[in-house]
């Protein structure tokens, strides 16, 4: 199973959830450290139903269409259990789109490169925020101490990634820069990207 899976039957060892509710939850929470979108979350819910590690019911709902809830099966919880007892190589990956264009900002304008991390700026200052609330919220109930951790967590990864950003940006190329990739010896240019 992948690492998706475990997130949904994590969320799932919350509350039982539809899956929109499943969505939802996983954007405001799970999704600082492992994202999951809305067509992921029901593709799981089906594939976990079809293992036996979650079992599906209809809930009847006034006004509105009928949902399916989700719940761990002893499956499921037994599967999720071992997943988080587990002893595994950690690793730490940060997708970030933002960075990969950093990566290539030899291909654009300086200026442009500097509007792109101007708005990533804002994006981090904003979680930041959204999470730095949730924090102080989780810290007061002691049912909540590991997604306290989990949020705290984010806080100091999105101050991290600030004072990242002001060490960076006062150093970065005022001037477009030319890399051609078909020149006759492009071991400088590689050299960037290998391991030596």
């Known amino acids: 199973m992948s690492t998706t899976s475990y997130a949904v039957l994590g969320l799932l060892s919350f509350a039982r959830m539809s899956g929109y509710d499943l969505a939802a939850t996983a954007q405001r929470s ?34 509105g269409p009928a949902k399916t809830v989700y719940e761990l099966t002893a499956e499921g919880e037994a599967a999720l259990d071992a997943w988080v007892a587990a002893d595994e190589a950690a690793g730490f990956r940060l997708r970030a789109p933002a960075i990969l264009r950093l990566l290539l900002g030899h291909r654009g304008s300086p200026a442009r490169t500097r509007e792109q991390l101007a708005t990533f700026r ?75």
């Open 30 to 63: 799970v999704a600082q450290v492992w994202p999951i979108s809305k067509t992921q979350a029901y593709a799981e819910l089906r594939r976990l139903a079809g293992a036996g590690l979650v079992a599906g019911r209809g809930a009847r709902f006034s006004g």
């Open 122 to 196: 804002a994006g981090v200052e904003t979680r930041r925020g959204e999470l730095a609330g949730l924090t102080g919220a989780l810290e007061a109930n002691p049912d909540a101490r590991y997604a306290w951790a989990a949020a705290l967590f984010g806080v100091r990864m999105c101050e991290a990634i600030l004072g990242w950003l002001d060490e960076v940006e006062p150093r970065l190329p005022r001037r477009r820069m030319q890399l051609d990739p078909r020149r006759a010896a492009p071991a400088k240019a590689t050299a960037l990207l290998l391991r030596r």
